[in-house]
C-alpha cells in the first residue's frame, strides 16, 4: 500500500523524525514512536531523511507497518 511521508513520520521542531506508528525497516529493524531520527544516521541501510517528502510502500502486519521501499517524485 501507498502511504505519503507525512503519514507515517512527524517532523520535529529540532529537524528530526518520528514515527507515528510502529514501522520496521528491511525486516530486521522495528521502531516505535519513542524513537527519534537524526539526519545522517541510517538504519538498515536507510537513512529517512534521504526519502523525506517521498511516498512509501508499506505493508501492515500484526499492527507493525513495514516499509518495502519508496517512490521517486515523478
Known sequence: MRYKFNEIF????????????TI???????FG????????VSFSRVNFFDYRGLDIEAEEK?????????????
Do not use: M
Open 33 to 40: 514512536s519513542g524513537v527519534t531520527f537524526s539526519p545522517g
Open 24 to 30: 520496521n525497516v528491511g525486516g530486521t529493524a522495528t
Open 10 to 21: 512527524r517532523e520535529n521542531p529540532d529537524g528530526t523524525l518520528t514515527p507515528k506508528i
Open 62 to 74: 500484526k499492527g507493525v507497518l513495514v516499509i518495502k521501499g519508496f517512490y521517486q517524485n515523478e
